[in-house]
């Protein structure tokens, strides 16, 4: 998930050299001088979308794993079935996940980096255990400090914001590679 904002991020940036004036207004009233206020709508509604989007394929990812495990063997139908039995608690947890990120980020960049780490599990916690919302949160959590997990999953984050700073594909890499190594981490190493 925090791979998705950083991409979009990245996005903006390049979209702003690249087209220049053309989307951006110079003397704009709006949050961000540099942005109209058209064009940070579009960006906060695909922030919105793609978070959704990566949540759900990380979630279908991880029924398909827990179905791999549990019976050697995945089907399509009942992967789906576990992700829609979870589906509000995933899209909740997220939720809750971006909040606490991001609030990380407003008061200093560390707290979001460890908060973003910590918590970068949660849709496998939510699909694995079939948990809430909250005990997802404290899942991804427990997860995340337990053994060497922590520098597994920052060195992982670290890899999808390199491969994300590729220009024009870096973004589209991500966004299939993201989904599939968190699922991987947490079944394995939980």
């Not at 207004?25 to 509604?45: G, K, M, Q």
């Not at 695909?46 to 959704?52: G, T």
């Not at 039995?85 to 939720?95: D, F, L």
Request: some cysteine.
């Amino acid at each position: 998930m925090v791979s998705i904002i950083i991409v979009v991020s990245l996005d903006v940036l390049y979209t702003k050299a690249i087209f220049g004036n053309i989307l951006f207004t110079p003397r704009s009233e709006s949050i961000n001088s540099a942005i109209s206020p058209s064009t940070l709508v579009v960006y906060v509604i695909a922030i919105l979308i793609a978070l959704l989007v990566e949540a759900l394929m990380e979630g279908w990812v991880t029924a398909m794993m827990k179905e791999i495990k549990e019976r050697g063997e995945a089907s399509s139908k009942q992967s789906f079935s576990i992700l829609t039995a979870t589906i509000g608690s995933v899209i909740a947890g997220v939720i809750l996940m971006v909040l606490i990120v991001v609030a990380g980020f407003i008061c200093l960049v560390i707290p979001g980096v460890v908060f973003g780490v910590a918590l970068s599990c949660i849709v496998p916690a939510i699909v694995m255990h079939n948990f809430g919302a909250v005990e997802g949160l404290k899942a991804s959590w427990r997860f995340c400090w337990q053994g060497k997990n922590f520098w597994r999953l920052f060195a992982l984050i670290i890899i999808l914001c390199l491969v994300s700073a590729i220009p024009f594909i870096g973004g589209h890499m991500v966004a299939f590679i993201g989904p599939l190594w968190f699922p991987y981490a947490y079944t394995e190493y939980v």
